[in-house]
């Protein structure tokens, strides 16, 4: 990018001439002109090395610091421009390299600041020259934030009642600039050396090991860490803190050490455990070494994610690294070891090679998400992800099947664009488009192709085509020559010799799914031995007959690796779709003809004609003779497809009947996971004489497995998933045998002040079913107060958010502003609870409208905690007056400012639940009468 001058003694780039208009300057806050208009920093100077000095004061709030940044400069200037926000600079100096060599103080620097793009400009007296390298210093300091960004203060409560502060680093994606003044852009990669001062009382932690300790005048201390590697700024992180450890070594040799607030130490050795195994594991995957000595995960009280992956220093939510053996259940289980899987993963993906820009920011994140499955799947095969992983694809497909939606890699430029790409299109579909193509290359050619990925672009950043590169097994002759990984095209599978002959078709496939939003339909129509394929853009709420149907049709087109078994043959059958509609011939005749195989695939399958019904038959027949993850697959199909008017809800309905004999419980949750969502859709509605129906429809068709539910900790994860689903949907239903024993082992919990442990599967049911009561909701907020274990503290504010009265559900939305009791950090995920609630949902839509400007004083637009709160709010609504009434709230929004992508799925959505009910109640309702 050539820079941009506007002053007249800079020297003119050729972009200057479309920019004569003085209007067009930006203004900096002293009323000079600024000599930079773009957001993205100038590329004329880049950062080599950071020298940081940090001093968070933790009775004070606030901090000073001071920086040395080398810089290189590639083309001569006569001004660097650095992003920083909220921070005092105090003063600014530069030294050339001979000012440094023989030890020339440094030449004062006028500084101007532009708050609009959060940057400074450096003014320097004499234009700097290019190819050389300079030293800028910098002073500042500012107050520790108050939210969950940059360089914030956290609090926690110890056991005793006192109530503790520390300071903690947050900067994904754009805050390292709330910390230091930086050029804070992933493709800056550079080298920090950091030191921080902190009292004796407590103990500093950053992303490398510590080198020594200095003793100050005055008795404080300062710590000076080594200096990390290569790496983007948004990876920086410190900690300031008197917290506890407990360490391990993996077998590299690498230590690892998860840290906690004292109180909570005894909860840490689960994911001390998780987090060596999934080292190794990491280690032997990419063939590469975790390239630091140590690597610290770090609990933090307050967190607005789940967890980042600050290379070295991971943090995390208290909730997604504590396990708590008496209190966290085996979904606990699996969401810490998840988590823990997903930021080991980044230190590969994300850290090691980053990607150039925010817009391809599912590189990080798909393959992290990705990776969960490669790395439980091996290091913890008992937690059976593997039949977990369906469900990230199908919580996206949601999303991805809205007009809405937008392709993974997307346009991203201002902090709002670049904070809303940390969506489920980046995370799930990147790591469903991933898992896709490893069933279609092997899955030995794509770990080789990761691997050569990551060693060519270790240090660097990489963008979509050189990962699709290193996919298509082409060596480079730059590689042998660097001694990089090559391996011959020999290895690859008959399969896809055939298809990826040539590296570029790869590519062009993987742009269908990369450069275009949405997801296909498949349309499969058997004539015969042949089978008609057509595809098409499934859209979720609109139906081929309505009028926009063909416009949002229009140059939609995959290249679609499919796959299909059939009743003659075990084999699994591919095939690649390129064109809107193909032909194949199948060499047997066949009864019928499953595609998508363990629904590997990111697409969605209709069967015209009989095909429908041949499945139906199939599954009450013998439903073993589809794989389990078929039959989860066909559920999730059918029931998709009459949302978008493509199958009547009977038919799916009927696919559903053969549920009472699955063994699989995926796909059995699956399908009771909807009849639960079509209960509290018309539950909600007070559509009394179908809820009625549908309540003792679900009873009776599911007593056997509900009466088989035990209330105790016992069997296989799936098992325990069963038993916690189960039993919290028959209690919902108010299921008599359900509540009484959960009432019982409540009042025994209460009576034994809280000491009794009860199974933590039926925790949630037993804490909700108590709630019902003012006495047990009291007792439980009680509780809520003193417990000190994350995962007991989210059952119990669940259980809460189940009453049945206004009042106590407006005393938790006021304690979770206040931000005391309940913190705000699990504000958003109230909310979300409360409007849920058939009680709470009118109740926690008006306080968002009526608080709006008080919630974007915690949390920012276009963060993930105020996407969660519009959307939990709202997006359930299913009648004509609420989309008004949404609809005048974000225009109202809008012209304060502020928009959000999310308003515009939210309207979406609920369009599509107002068609959904016109158009299947009435066949509900009669499915309803003919079956019970
Ligand atoms: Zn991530």
Redesign the pocket.
């Known amino acids: 990018m050539p820079h941009i001058c506007i002053c007249s003694q800079f020297t003119s780039s050729p972009i200057d001439q479309f920019n004569k208009d003085p209007k067009a300057s930006p203004i900096a806050t002293n009323g000079e002109i600024f000599p930079w208009h773009e957001l993205r920093l100038p590329t004329v100077i880049i950062p080599l090395h950071y020298d940081l000095l940090i001093h968070p004061n933790l009775t004070s709030l606030d901090f000073v610091a001071s920086e040395k940044i080398e810089v290189l400069v590639r083309d001569a200037t006569q001004f660097i421009v650095l992003h920083s926000k909220d921070l005092e600079i105090l003063n600014a100096s530069l030294q050339s390299e001979e000012d440094v060599r023989y030890r020339k103080p440094g030449e004062s620097l006028t500084v101007l600041s532009y708050p609009a793009h959060q940057q400074i400009a450096l003014l320097v007296p004499e234009k700097l020259r290019a190819d050389l390298r300079y030293s800028v210093a910098i002073d500042f300091q500012a107050k520790l934030a108050d939210g969950f960004e940059g360089f914030y203060k956290s609090t926690y409560r110890t056991l005793g009642g006192e109530t503790r502060t520390i300071a903690v680093t947050d900067f994904e994606p754009t805050e390292a600039r709330m910390a230091f003044p930086c050029f804070d852009e992933p493709l800056f990669k550079a080298n920090f050396s950091i030191k921080i001062r902190r009292e004796s009382r407590h103990i500093a932690l950053s992303n490398m090991p510590k080198v020594k300790t200095i003793e100050l005048e005055g008795g404080l201390l300062e710590d000076h860490f080594e200096t990390t590697v290569k790496m983007s700024t948004y990876l920086v992180a410190y900690i300031v803190c008197d917290f506890t450890s407990v360490s391990g070594t993996a077998s590299s040799g690498v230590k690892v050490s998860i840290y906690a607030s004292p109180d909570k130490w005894s909860q840490t050795h689960y994911a001390l455990e998780a987090s060596l195994k999934l080292l190794d594991c990491y280690e032997n995957y990419f063939d590469i070494h975790y390239p630091l000595p140590k690597l610290d995960l770090v609990a933090i009280p307050d967190f607005a994610s789940g967890a980042m ?1 600050n290379w070295g220093l991971v943090t995390y939510r208290e909730t997604s690294l504590l396990f708590d053996p008496k209190k966290s259940s085996i979904s606990d289980k699996l969401w810490v070891t998840k988590v823990i899987a ?2 080991l993963a ?1 230190q590969w993906f ?1 850290n090691l090679v980053t990607m150039e820009w925010w817009n391809d920011i599912w590189l ?2 798909g393959f ?2 990705y990776m969960e499955l490669i790395s439980l799947n091996i290091t913890y095969p008992e937690l059976q992800f593997d039949d977990d992983f369906s469900n990230t694809c199908f919580e996206v497909i949601k999303r991805d099947s809205l007009n809405s939606s937008h392709p993974i890699s997307n346009q991203a430029k201002t902090a709002i664009q670049i904070k809303e790409m940390f969506d489920a299109v980046s ?1 799930n579909k990147g790591a469903c488009i991933l898992n896709m193509l490893k069933d279609f290359l092997s899955e030995d050619t794509f770990r080789k192709g990761i691997i050569h990925y990551l060693k060519k672009f270790s240090y660097r950043n990489a963008k979509n085509d050189d990962l699709w590169h290193s996919l298509s097994n082409n060596c480079l002759e730059s590689d042998s020559a660097s001694g990089g990984f090559c391996y011959s095209d020999s290895k690859k599978t008959s399969n896809t010799l055939v298809f990826l002959r040539k590296n570029v078709e790869l590519k062009e496939m993987m742009a269908t799914w990369t450069l275009q939003k949405g997801i296909p339909l498949v349309v499969v129509k058997r004539e015969g031995r042949s089978l008609r394929l057509q595809q098409e853009r499934f859209l979720s709420g609109v139906s081929k007959e309505d009028p926009e149907w063909g416009t949002l049709q229009e140059r939609y087109l995959w290249h679609i690796p499919v796959t299909y078994s059939t009743s003659s043959s075990h084999a699994i059958h591919r095939h690649i779709l390129k064109l809107k509609t193909d032909t194949l011939d199948l060499s047997e005749k066949t009864d019928w003809v499953k595609f998508n195989v363990d629904s590997n695939g990111y697409y969605i399958v209709h069967y015209e004609g009989q095909g429908w019904d041949e499945l139906i038959t199939l599954l009450n027949r013998n439903h073993t003779l589809l794989r389990p993850k078929d039959r989860l697959g066909l559920i999730h199909d059918a029931f998709q497809l009459v949302s978008a008017g493509r199958l009547t809800l009977d038919k799916a309905l009927d696919l559903t009947r053969y549920l009472q004999r699955e063994t699989s419980i995926p796909a059995l949750l699956k399908g009771l996971e909807y009849l639960e969502l079509l209960y509290r859709m018309v539950e909600r509605r007070n559509i009394s004489d179908v809820t009625e129906n549908l309540k003792h429809y679900l009873l009776q068709y599911f007593k056997p497995v509900i009466d088989t539910q035990s209330w105790v900790d016992k069997g296989s994860v799936w098992d325990r998933m069963l038993r916690s689903t189960v039993l919290k949907l028959a209690c919902y239903l108010n299921h008599a045998p359900c509540i009484q024993k959960a009432t019982e082992l409540f009042s025994q919990w209460m009576e034994s002040s809280g000491k009794l442990n009860i199974p933590t599967d039926v925790l949630k049911v037993v804490y909700s079913v108590g709630a019902q009561t003012t006495a047990g909701w009291n007792y439980l907020l009680e509780q809520y107060e003193l417990s000190l274990s994350g995962a007991e503290k989210n059952k119990i504010l669940y259980a809460l958010s189940t009453s049945k009265h206004q009042e106590k559900l407006m005393k938790l939305i006021e304690l979770g502003m206040e931000g005391k009791v309940i913190k705000t950090q699990d504000l958003a995920a109230l909310l979300f609870a409360i409007a849920r609630n058939p009680e709470g949902q009118q109740l926690a839509w008006n306080f968002v409208k009526e608080n709006w400007t008080h919630l974007l004083k915690k949390f920012d637009l276009g963060s993930f905690p105020i996407r969660m709160i519009v959307s939990g709010t709202t997006s359930h609504f299913s009648s004509k007056d609420e989309l008004q009434e949404v609809e005048l709230f974000f225009e109202s929004l809008k012209a304060q400012g502020s928009h959000l992508d999310i308003f515009q799925i939210i309207l979406e959505t609920i369009s599509k639940n107002i068609k959904w009910l016109e158009k299947n109640l009435p066949t509900l309702r009669k499915w309803l009468l003919i079956t019970t």
Request: a negative charge; charged letters at 30%; proline letters at 0%.
């Open positions: 992956e997903h930021e980044h994300g990080n994140e992290a998400t995370y």
